[in-house]
RNA sequence: CGGGGUUUAGCGCAGUUUGGUAGCGCACUUGGUUUGGGACCAAGGGGCCACAGGUUCAAAUCCUGUAACCCCGACCA
């Protein structure tokens, strides 16, 4: 892209400064707008079309992998939340109370949701009682809060949309496998869907989910070079179980504790499409979540019959998600425009084409033109479209293994943390005083130990000692 | 939670030093001319100057306090 003249003035360039340019984008291309409660924002209809898309295809995939959904209260009274130690631990600094029903003061306080391990074990409880209710597989589209300090849209707000699924087993090697399942149903989505190659992994024990045994990771690697935890799923083993008492009768009429499940991944994914395609011109979506797949603009739309002409070209292209801009807002603004959205594919349609019985389609990510035969338009969209949602994986996959560099010894590692960015792969002893002295004098943290194993050296990069395996550093958002 | 910055029309900003009728650009409305990379002309509408207290004949401007937002660090999806 750097050939290409940038059009839009109004967007910081993303290389001058990041931070400022996703903020930009993010109100630019009208996915949100600051709402007047600190940290929540109101996701509009662009953004939120987006969202609907990610929702309804991950939807798919937890139904075909024999899912049901269902929804939680909002609420967790004060006694539930402490039940089990660690999760109340890990949660309670960012829980927001709920002291007051009108004007009466409550018998027990109310947290609202941060997350809903508690209500699904409680229900769980109640209505597990042989093995012949397992596998238990719910998933919940819902929003939590979290009070967090410092907010940015999309990647860290009070209140946030996501979907989380809570599963229980009669046995430790079925909720084992549905981890690592739905850590892949994550992992395909993100890539076939999202256009976002992942690093699948497991998360140290440092890093683990309040509760887990076992966190699971899919991380993605933003165009600045930081990471973006992109999904989670986690394996529970039986300490809930035991903390909320759900147990099970099995075939020889003995109790037992069941084994359990959660995964999650959230709006957060927005703002990795944002970090991870967008350019200076706005956002690039990948053709399979975008709410537009193509934006029709007729030229000289005054003269007769070229508005009928986008029209009926809109009415014959059925399978895409198609929009025409009868706007009287000049071509030039809709071009700038349509890029800023992201939208993968404009239409241009003019007297001069109407004339040729052809039109041209130009691709958002690259800006190549193609002239186009009426004739052939839906063949060739189709192949547009396919080639784009491609390209655009591919892209990403290579900023990604440029930008991720290996490191033997520990000055290493801290020379390139400082100078350059992206993941650094370094094997490790296993031993958490090593993890926090990478992460106090590189400035780095631990973001997975891949399934993909490597042995890039014998020894820890941190103490030396004999390395247990390769482990993900990076910074993260 | 530390360090820095900001808050004036829907958005971006000037005006604050030196108190004295509320300004500019974009957006919006109406009419006309335009239309293949953010068009032009003309005429309009829009303000509790973040909030709460002070000082003063008079406060966007000076004083005190509060809040929200943004950026950089520590914590998190």
């Known amino acids: 892209m750097s050939d290409q003249k940038k059009f839009v003035e109004e967007i910081t360039s993303r290389d001058v400064d990041f931070a400022k340019w996703y903020t930009d984008i993010v109100k630019k291309a009208e996915l949100i707008e600051y709402s007047s409660v600190r940290g929540c924002m109101v996701i509009r209809p662009n953004g939120y079309a987006i969202w609907e898309n990610i929702q309804k295809n991950l939807d798919e995939r937890f139904k075909a992998t024999g899912h049901e959904n269902v929804y939680m209260p909002m ?122 190659p992942v690093v ?108 009928d002409k986008a029209r009926e070209i809109a009415n014959s292209l059925t399978g895409f998600r198609v929009k025409v ?41 690259t800006r190549e033109k193609i002239f186009t035969p009426l004739s052939e338009l839906s063949q060739q969209i189709s192949k547009t479209l396919q080639d784009i949602q491609k390209d655009m994986l591919e892209r990403a996959r290579q900023m990604r293994d440029q930008n991720t560099h290996d490191a033997v010894d520990f000055d290493t590692l801290c020379k390139f943390a400082d100078e350059k960015i992206g993941f650094f792969r370094a094997m490790w002893c296993g031993d958490v005083a090593c993890e926090e002295k990478i992460k106090e004098e590189a400035a780095l943290t631990s973001r997975c130990i891949p399934f993909e194993q490597e042995k890039i050296a014998d020894t820890c990069v941190c103490c030396k000692k004999p390395a247990k395996s390769l482990v993900y550093w990076g910074k993260a958002y």
Not at 147 to 160: A, D, H
Not at 211 to 226: F, L, P, Q, R, W
Request: contains cysteine.
């Open 75 to 196: 609420f967790i009274p004060e006694s539930l939340l402490q039940k089990e130690k660690d999760h109340v631990e890990g949660f309670a600094p960012e829980v927001a109370w709920v002291t007051h029903g009108g004007s009466e003061k409550l018998q027990e306080r109310l947290c609202v949701r941060p997350t809903s391990e508690t209500l699904f074990c409680e229900h769980y409880a109640n209505i597990i009682h042989s093995y012949r209710d397992l596998p238990k597989l719910y998933n919940q589209w819902c929003s939590v809060v979290r009070w967090e300090k410092t907010t940015r849209p999309f990647l860290r707000s009070l209140e946030f949309l996501w979907q989380e699924g809570h599963t229980a087993h009669a046995t430790e090697e079925e909720a084992r496998e549905e981890t690592i399942k739905m850590l892949n149903v994550y992992a395909q989505f993100c890539e076939e869907v999202l256009a976002i």
């Open 325 to 365: 801009d009868d706007t009287d807002n000049s071509p030039g603004w809709k071009f700038s425009q349509y890029e800023m959205l992201g939208v993968p594919l404009r239409l241009e349609i003019g007297p001069k084409d109407i004339e040729k019985n052809q039109c041209v389609l130009v691709r958002r990510d």
């Open 200 to 307: 699948k992994g497991q998360k140290t024990e440092k890093e683990k989910f309040a509760g887990a045994v076992e966190t699971y990771t899919i991380e993605s690697m933003m165009h600045d070079g930081k990471a973006l935890q992109s999904g989670t799923s986690h394996y529970f083993g039986d300490g809930f179980a035991k903390a909320f008492d759900i147990q099970y009768t099995d075939k020889n009429n003995q109790l037992q504790y069941v084994h359990q499940t959660s995964w999650g991944v959230s709006t957060r994914l927005i703002g990795a499409l944002i970090m991870v395609h967008g350019d200076d011109n706005g956002l690039v979506l990948p053709p399979a979540v975008a709410p537009t797949q193509v934006a029709i603009i007729p030229i000289a739309m005054h003269k007769e019959g070229v508005l």
